[in-house]
């Protein structure tokens, strides 16, 4: 059921306790925690229909990042049923958790930063939503940096006299390199300069291009290598150890999707129905990921039958097609779709997080401007050149993801029973649902610590590298575990018989 509640209902809120440095408005909505921009979307106008959804998933999906992890499984040791076994496994877990985010996103109508106000308190929602934005501020600025390199690189290969303008280097980057970042860096911007419709309108768009693409390349393959898929690089797996690779790639693709799976809601705020959301999912994650998977095998079996080789990911595939115009076609594609993820990913969400840290002077877009100008700051090339930075501090933080989810889940779904009072997630008035101890709720840290220690040990630490690939699933079920044992399930939570749990806005 979509709430939709009148500003009647909002200038009837609670009075009780004193508002804090802001006063709020006449509905009690406090500056500093609400605009338009953060505000539940109206149940009429939300399209992100199933098509939508099916789209935002058919480019993650098929990413190059991921192709090269589904190769990895493949140079593992696994055959071809073996990687659709763990991928399965992967698309089924990450299928049902981005159901239960969806689902919060679609009845409340709210962004993640506002979503973790329910569980983390209005103010120490900040916390899961700063570790969310520096993860994504990061990576946005290294994506944008392998984008503009399949960018030089194609520049190169059609007008071959700008290889004179790749050779110096300015912090970093050739004179090229910088021009190709800067050029796909601003094509992100123009894009989000629209909003979340035209994110939604590219995705669409972005989507069949990168399914035709990869398909056509493995019907090539398979063409070119006469039929011949090699099974496995060498003895296939057997046993214990095949079945453990199995359920390992199958969690560390759960991992993969562990930034989404936390603000996929504010994609499906703007989803008319769970019905929706559930079907988009469901031919986006388990059917795409299976496609994906056969694909990937085709790609790396053909390969390895033609010359013995294990290829990285598919552009060194591209990288060899004779004919110049398709070379480019291909490389367009990978672009294409490169730009899609990277705005998925890595932009939407700190967008809606430096957005929710001072709502009375950001918007979405000042917000998104400001997360694109540091990831440009940082240098991300450096960032991707050092494996102290990705394998610590960007995976240490990762790693933190499975926590997060697990108290928010556990939270709205066993304890809340899905009942939010959504204007409360606005008010900082003492006596309001989600002020806990001033705006910060200590039960969510107390859950969220020790669950933080687990997971960073097992992601990090040598000794623990069998965990490492359940890192994720680890995090997020100690900490749902340790909230759900500490939380007080006698007191009853919201009563959801009344018509105060939303608020209606004219945003989105």
Same mark, same amino acid.
């Given at each position: 059921m979509q709430w939709d509640v009148s500003n009647e209902v909002l200038g009837a809120m609670p009075s009780t306790g004193q508002a804090h440095a802001h006063a709020p408005s006449a509905h009690g909505l406090s500056p500093r925690l609400h605009n338009a921009d953060l505000a539940p979307t109206k149940s009429e106008g939300r399209r992100w229909g199933r098509y939508s959804i099916f789209a935002l998933w058919t480019n993650d999906v098929h990413n190059i990042a991921n192709y090269s992890f589904a190769i990895g499984l493949f140079a593992l040791g696994l055959t071809g049923w073996q990687m659709l076994a763990s991928l399965a496994i992967g698309a089924a877990l990450v299928y049902v958790f981005m159901n239960l985010t969806g689902y919060m996103g679609h009845k409340t109508g709210v962004p993640f930063p506002v979503i973790s106000r329910m569980s983390f308190g209005v103010y120490g929602a900040q916390i899961p939503a700063i570790?969310?934005?520096?993860? =994504?501020?990061?990576?946005?600025?290294?994506?944008?940096?392998?984008?503009?390199?399949? &960018?030089?690189?194609?520049?190169?290969?059609?007008?071959?006299?700008?290889? =004179?303008?790749?050779?110096?280097?300015? &912090?970093?980057l050739s004179?090229?390199?910088?021009?190709?970042?800067?050029?796909?860096?601003?094509?992100?911007?123009?894009?989000?300069?629209? !909003?979340?419709e035209m994110v939604r309108k590219y995705e669409a768009f972005a989507g069949p291009i990168i399914l035709i693409t990869v398909t056509s390349l493995a019907v090539w393959m398979y063409h070119r290598a006469g039929g011949h898929i090699a099974m496995s690089v060498g003895e296939p797996l057997?046993?214990? =150890?095949?079945?453990?690779?199995?359920?390992a790639g199958g969690a560390l693709w759960l991992a993969i999707y562990g930034t989404l799976v936390l603000n996929f809601c504010d994609f499906t705020r703007a989803s008319p129905s769970r019905k929706v959301i559930r079907t988009g999912n469901f031919w986006g994650l388990p059917v795409n990921i299976l496609i994906f998977a056969v694909i990937s095998f085709v790609l790396a079996g053909a390969q390895f039958s033609l010359n013995g080789q294990i290829i990285h990911s598919p552009t060194e595939?591209? =990288?060899?097609?004779?004919?110049?115009?398709?070379?480019?076609?291909?490389?367009?594609a990978f672009l294409v779709v490169t730009v899609a993820v990277n705005i998925?990913?890595?932009?939407?969400?700190?967008a809606f997080v430096l957005t929710s840290l001072a709502p009375h002077r950001l918007t979405f877009r000042r917000a998104g401007l400001i997360s694109a100008t540091i990831a440009v700051v940082i240098l991300p090339w450096n960032l991707y050149n050092s494996p102290i930075v990705i394998v610590y501090f960007l995976s240490g933080l990762g790693a933190l993801l499975g926590p997060l989810y697990g108290i928010i889940t556990v939270d709205y779904w066993l304890l809340r029973k899905t009942c939010v009072?959504?204007?409360?997630?606005?008010?900082?008035?003492? !006596?309001?649902?989600?002020?806990?101890?001033?705006?910060?709720?200590?039960?969510? &840290?107390?859950a969220l610590v020790p669950s933080a220690l687990v997971a960073v040990t097992a992601a990090l630490v040598p000794a623990f590298s069998a965990?490492?690939?359940?890192?994720? &699933?680890?995090?997020? !079920?100690?900490?749902?575990?340790?909230?759900?044992?500490?939380?007080?399930?006698?007191?009853?939570?919201?009563?959801c018989s009344g018509e105060h749990f939303a608020v209606d806005s004219a945003a989105h």
């Open positions: 570790i969310r934005a520096v993860i =994504a501020i990061a990576w946005f600025g290294i994506q944008t940096y392998l984008a503009s390199v399949v &960018l030089r690189v194609l520049l190169v290969a059609v007008w071959p006299g700008l290889a =004179a303008y790749d050779h110096n280097a300015v &912090l970093g004179t090229l390199g910088w021009v190709s970042f800067i050029a796909i860096w601003l094509v992100q911007l123009a894009i989000l300069a629209y !909003g979340m057997t046993g214990l =150890a095949m079945w453990t690779k199995v359920f595939i591209i =990288a060899t097609i004779p004919d110049k115009t398709f070379l480019v076609l291909g490389c367009l998925m990913a890595n932009f939407v969400a700190p009072h959504v204007p409360h997630l606005y008010s900082e008035m003492r !006596g309001s649902t989600y002020h806990y101890t001033r705006g910060v709720n200590p039960k969510a &840290l107390i965990l490492t690939p359940f890192s994720w &699933l680890l995090g997020a !079920g100690i900490a749902g575990g340790v909230y759900y044992a500490i939380s007080d399930r006698r007191q009853p939570f919201e009563d």
